[in-house]
Every structure is written in structure tokens, then in C-alpha cells.
């Protein structure tokens, strides 16, 4: 954050708001993590192919 008092001003100029008040904030956005469920992940497997045999 930043706040009125960590902002510069040249000579002559007087600022009239709070020196604690923020003028500036930065967040940022937060991922969740999302845990794959066992039977989704079995829904993703290939499935086995049937009827093909070897001689």
C-alpha cells in the first residue's frame, strides 16, 4: 500500500488528507487448488480395446 505521506509534493503544495490514509493498494488474485477426484480420473483412462488378438 501507499500511503498520503509516501507520496512526494514540490515545494508549496500542502496536502489536506490524512498522512495515514492509503491512496494506493495492489492484491493479487489467489488459485485454488482443486483436487481430482479417483472416479474422474479413471473416466480419463483410455479404454482397453477388446477383441484384438495376437497370434
Known amino acids: 500500500s ?3 505521506n509516501e507520496v512526494p509534493t514540490p515545494d508549496g ?8 490514509q492509503v491512496v494506493c ?5 489467489r488459485v485454488e487448488e482443486v ?3 479417483e472416479e474422474e480420473a479413471e ?3 483410455e479404454p482397453e ?4 488378438e495376437e497370434e
Open 2 to 4: 501507499i500511503h498520503v
Open 13 to 20: 503544495v500542502r496536502i489536506l488528507n490524512p498522512s495515514d
Open 49 to 52: 480395446e477388446e477383441g484384438i
Open 25 to 29: 493498494a495492489v492484491v493479487h488474485k
Open 43 to 45: 473416466a480419463v483412462e
Open 35 to 37: 483436487e481430482v477426484v
